[in-house]
């Protein structure tokens, strides 16, 4: 038994969506500078899909004359820079939008988490070396 035209219709088009959208599409490859900096840029990607079809009788058809098939296919792909993750060897990591006016209240979080967990990690770092070191007395003893 053989395909159905539709099926063969929907498979070539999330063939090309495939090819099209790709995890390095979202994630866009790492840039490093000189300083040792790194850059990752960061992308929003939306798409819709949809294919339909019909199987009819040809006006010359005979008894046994295999139904005609019509369909199509269609898609769109957008993709929308959202945002560079930066990890820097001297600063940390922090995020950097690409539009500053359409920075959310959930987008300032997400920017502060960085640098948030920096000054913690530097906070109990400074309070182990606090209690590792001995306590001196009074009268310098």
Do not use: W, Y
């Not at 088009?13 to 790709?22: L, Q």
């Amino acid at each position: 038994m053989s395909d159905h035209p539709i099926q063969n219709l929907m498979t070539e088009t999330m063939e090309k969506i495939k090819s099209m959208v790709d995890v390095n599409t979202i994630i866009g490859d790492q840039i490093t500078t000189p300083d040792g900096t790194t850059i990752i840029p960061v992308s929003k990607v939306s798409f819709g899909f949809g294919s339909g079809g019909s199987d009819f009788v040809s006006k010359s058809a005979k008894d046994n004359t295999p139904l005609c098939f019509g369909g199509g296919g269609g898609a769109g792909v957008t993709v929308q820079p959202v945002c560079f993750l930066i990890v820097s060897p001297t600063t940390g990591a922090h995020i950097l939008p690409v539009d500053a006016q359409a920075v959310t209240t959930a987008d300032r979080i997400v920017e502060m988490l960085p640098n948030a967990f920096n000054k913690v990690s530097a906070f109990m770092d400074s309070r182990k070396g606090a209690k590792e070191a001995p306590a001196e007395t009074p009268d310098g003893e």
